[in-house]
């Protein structure tokens, strides 16, 4: 597990704090939503939580596979971490998301193609498929996130 923080509004860290496991059931369904609607942002500065009521700091634990997944996806659209749980947190609000059942898997992958003084290539992919896929690509423990059963 890996502990760091997030910053959220309020209202919206005491349901972190209390639903925190029932609202990653969402994570593959937030990040695939976030990925089909916002394309990779360049040139920008990052998003970040903003309210007019009190942020608060919220300790927090996440898997490796879960950690890299929302990494890679809050660095790829240009955002904090702490807003996609806050969209996802926002999404678990909406009682018709949270009464389906996640048919999605997702399997991170890095790739280090080059590292050292003179180039650094390093790759990350996020592959999503269907729960019941037939011949599901090898998926490594530490690497893949999925909704629990």
């Given at each position: 597990?890996?502990?760091?923080?997030?910053?959220?509004?309020?209202?919206?860290?005491?349901?972190?704090?209390?639903?925190?496991?029932?609202?990653?059931?969402?994570?593959?369904?937030?990040?695939?939503?976030?990925?089909?609607?916002?394309?990779?942002?360049?040139?920008?500065?990052?998003?970040?939580?903003?309210?007019?009521?009190?942020?608060?700091?919220?300790?927090?634990?996440?898997?490796?596979?879960?950690?890299?997944?929302?990494?890679?996806?809050?660095?790829?659209?240009?955002?904090?971490?702490?807003?996609?749980?806050?969209?996802?947190?926002?999404?678990?609000?909406?009682?018709?998301?949270?009464?389906?059942?996640?048919?999605?898997?997702?399997?991170?992958?890095?790739?280090?193609?080059?590292?050292?003084?003179?180039?650094?290539?390093?790759?990350?992919?996020?592959?999503?498929y269907p729960r019941n896929h037939?011949?599901?690509?090898?998926?490594r423990p530490h690497t893949s996130?999925?909704s629990p059963s």
């Amino acid at each position: 597990m890996i502990t760091t923080s997030v910053s959220l509004p309020g209202h919206a860290a005491h349901l972190w704090q209390t639903q925190h496991r029932a609202i990653m059931r969402m994570a593959v369904r937030t990040l695939r939503l976030s990925m089909h609607r916002l394309p990779p942002r360049r040139g920008t500065a990052r998003l970040y939580n903003r309210s007019d009521v009190g942020m608060q700091i919220v300790c927090t634990r996440f898997t490796e596979a879960e950690h890299d997944a929302l990494t890679f996806v809050a660095y790829s659209l240009r955002v904090s971490v702490s807003y996609l749980v806050y969209w996802m947190i926002m999404l678990w609000l909406k009682p018709a998301r949270r009464q389906r059942q996640s048919a999605i898997l997702a399997n991170y992958e890095p790739f280090l193609t080059n590292w050292g003084k003179s180039c650094g290539i390093y790759t990350e992919s996020l592959i999503f498929y269907p729960r019941n896929h037939p011949n599901p690509r090898p998926v490594r423990p530490h690497t893949s996130i999925s909704s629990p059963s």
